[in-house]
């Protein structure tokens, strides 16, 4: 079976999304961001900690989570390539500040932690940066939804998100507009 460029399968994604993620304009036109943090490199020790903010975002249920879709590397491949020097500043400091704020809450290593307490406390990052949203200085949490934007796109345009998670056929195929939906079935992929 082959599958979609993963390219190809990125541009669908921030379309739909009406190109409102964080380094949407990279992935539309392929020209790279002017600015960037010189030399910014991720260590594995690095990609194993984006790898489980992503499980702590899409864990693994009956379906693969986003540990197992290798969302740490894809969060270091868009964050290297796509972001602007800002946005880079802003990602670093969001994962220096999830590490301090999530040990000094919870007495304990994000790392050591079970995945509901991640969980847990990523959500109420969310909700306080939904809550902050329209306040001046808000900035020092977009990281949280630069996170979840990273892994719900990397995910879903993965191969096991897409055909593990996702119901897929392999394109190009016939085109139904009507076909039959029933409760609990799942989205199609792109």
């Not at 984006?50 to 894809?74: N, R, S, V």
């Not at 809550?131 to 345009?157: H, P, Q, S, W």
Request: charged share 25%; with cysteine; hydrophobic share 40%.
């Amino acid at each position: 079976m082959s599958l979609m460029n993963r390219r190809d399968a990125l541009k669908s994604m921030v379309l739909m999304m009406g190109g409102t993620m964080v380094g949407a304009n990279v992935i539309l036109t392929g020209c790279a961001p002017e600015y960037q943090v010189e030399g910014l490199d991720f260590t594995e020790k690095d990609i194993a900690y984006m790898d489980e903010i992503g499980e702590a975002i899409i864990p693994a249920t009956d379906t693969p989570g986003a540990k197992a879709a290798g969302i740490g590397t894809f969060m270091a491949m868009m964050v290297k390539e796509t972001y602007n020097k800002e946005q880079q500043e802003t990602f670093i400091a969001g994962l220096n500040s999830l590490h301090k704020d999530f040990k000094a809450e919870n007495d304990t290593d994000f790392m050591d932690a079970s995945v509901e307490e991640r969980t847990a406390f990523l959500n109420q990052l969310k909700q306080k940066a939904k809550a902050d949203f329209g306040e001046e200085g808000n900035k020092e949490l977009a990281y949280i939804n630069m996170f979840r934007d990273l892994t719900v796109l990397g995910y879903f345009t993965s191969e096991i998100g897409a055909t593990e998670a996702l119901r897929y056929v392999e394109t190009p195929g016939k085109y139904d507009p009507c076909l039959e939906y029933k409760k609990g079935d799942k989205a199609w992929a792109i």
